[in-house]
T-cell receptor, first 117, second 112 residues
Framework: EPEVTQTPSHQVTQMGQEVILRCVPI?????FYWYRQILGQKVEFLVS????????KSEIFDDQFSVERPDGSNFTLKIRSTKLEDSAMYFC???????????????FGEGSWLTVV | QKEVEQNSGPLSVPEGAIASLNCTYS??????FFWYRQYSGKSPELIMS????GDKEDGRFTAQLNKASQYVSLLIRDSQPSDSATYLC????????????FGRGTSLIVHP
């Protein structure tokens, strides 16, 4: 079964450093997302991406965050200058976005644990 | 503000019992509803989706949707210890924004 893959699975970084989290969405999917989940808290939406541009973003997704689709397969989240409070699990997700209601189902990757020290 | 509410639990049930998980949502125009299971430290895994009023069954799982009451539930029959996890309700609202809003999740513990 096709799946969303993410790398790295775990990254430890020093405060102020830049981090890039990578994702390969399911191949026929058209909509891509980044969510994050701080330990013990709810899954929070960061940004959605469609047709090579951001379609929506949350208040969390401020100027220190950016997303890119550098080629036809990868989808990246960059955190420019990490803070302690950026420590969380970051989930990439994708959906088909076409056809019937089933196209609305979002599938998640395994996540990237980011620890900022 | 679109809200999705779940009782955080934990809900503790004995093995073999029916576990009932509930979720309410604020956006009356919501169209699609999802239940995800999340084991500790893992990503959400889709269990069920439901789009119209009534019941939808898949194996031991039944999702129930009542749009008039803005309520969606998940029943797990013959609960197993391996069902112990956090269950997330996600709601896709109306208005063309395909951003599901997640509830905080309900922790389910199935004890032998």
């Amino acid at each position: 079964e096709p799946e969303v893959t993410q790398t790295p699975s775990h990254q430890v970084t020093q405060m102020g450093q830049e981090v890039i989290l990578r994702c390969v969405p399911i191949s026929n999917h058209l909509y891509f997302y980044w969510y994050r989940q701080i330990l013990g808290q709810k899954v929070e939406f960061l940004v959605s991406f469609y047709n090579n541009e951001i379609s929506e973003k949350s208040e969390i997704f401020d100027d220190q965050f950016s997303v890119e689709r550098p080629d036809g397969s990868n989808f990246t989240l960059k955190i420019r200058s990490t803070k302690l409070e950026d420590s969380a699990m970051y989930f990439c997700a994708s959906r088909v976005g076409q056809g019937e209601s089933r196209g609305n189902t979002i599938y998640f990757g395994e996540g990237s644990w980011l620890t900022v020290v | 503000q679109k809200e999705v509410e779940q009782n955080s639990g934990p809900l503790s049930v004995p093995e073999g019992a029916i576990a009932s998980l509930n979720c309410t949502y604020s956006d009356r125009g919501s169209q699609s509803f999802f239940w995800y299971r999340q084991y500790s430290g893992k990503s959400p895994e889709l269990i069920m989706s439901i789009y119209s009023n009534g019941d939808k069954e898949d194996g031991r799982f039944t999702a129930q949707l009542n749009k008039a009451s803005q309520y969606v539930s998940l029943l797990i029959r013959d609960s197993q210890p391996s069902d112990s996890a956090t269950y997330l309700c996600a709601v896709l609202s109306s208005g063309g924004s395909y951003i599901p809003t997640f509830g905080r999740g309900t922790s389910l513990i199935v004890h032998p």
